[in-house]
């Protein structure tokens, strides 16, 4: 991190002290000279050592503008992977919480619903037939309940799972936002003014 900047601050002190020089060397060969025939001259050197070295000051902020570019470029890459990696441990996670969860819960609510059901049977043939009827369709109530309570919590995790792969596995760059982005919505309308 260092490195780039003494690197610059070299290049900068280099090219100072070639202008430096060469205004002293200018400077002391101008007061030599007659200014009367030479005073252009004088100016046109002046001009374009101070082009050259505007290039020269040009080039280096450049250069270390693109090591700081590629250094803020690594650790964005280094970023990225590390939460990629992250939310894929968390799925896996979050995959295996609800397994481990969903096992036992419908092993004993399917024992519970059968038991259910078993006592309705049991008290039809004991000449029970309406309390029988109402174990049975309270058990096939819980049954179908619980069975669209499954369906739908399955449908929901398939969708977070959808949604939490678009986030992980999107591999576009995002674009960059803009002051003159159009707006989505009243892009195409035109408001009407009220009437007077």
Known sequence: MLGPRIGGLFRFLIGILLLQ???VLLTYTALKTDLNQTGWLFGALGVTLGVLVALWFDSVI???KE?????QQKRHAREREKLRLQAEKDKAKLVRQRKRHSGGAALKTGV????AAGV???LMFAQLMTLGLLTISAAGGAALGYGIRSRQEKMIRAREQKHAEKLVYAQQDLPALTADAPRKGNAGRSRKQPEA
């Not at 090591?67 to 250094?71: D, E, N, P």
């Not at 519970?112 to 038991?115: C, F, M, R, S």
């Open 67 to 71: 090591h700081a570019m590629a250094r």
């Open 62 to 64: 450049g250069s270390v």
């Open 112 to 115: 519970a619903v059968g038991g």
């Open 21 to 23: 020089v060469a205004t």
């Open 120 to 122: 309705g049977v049991a």
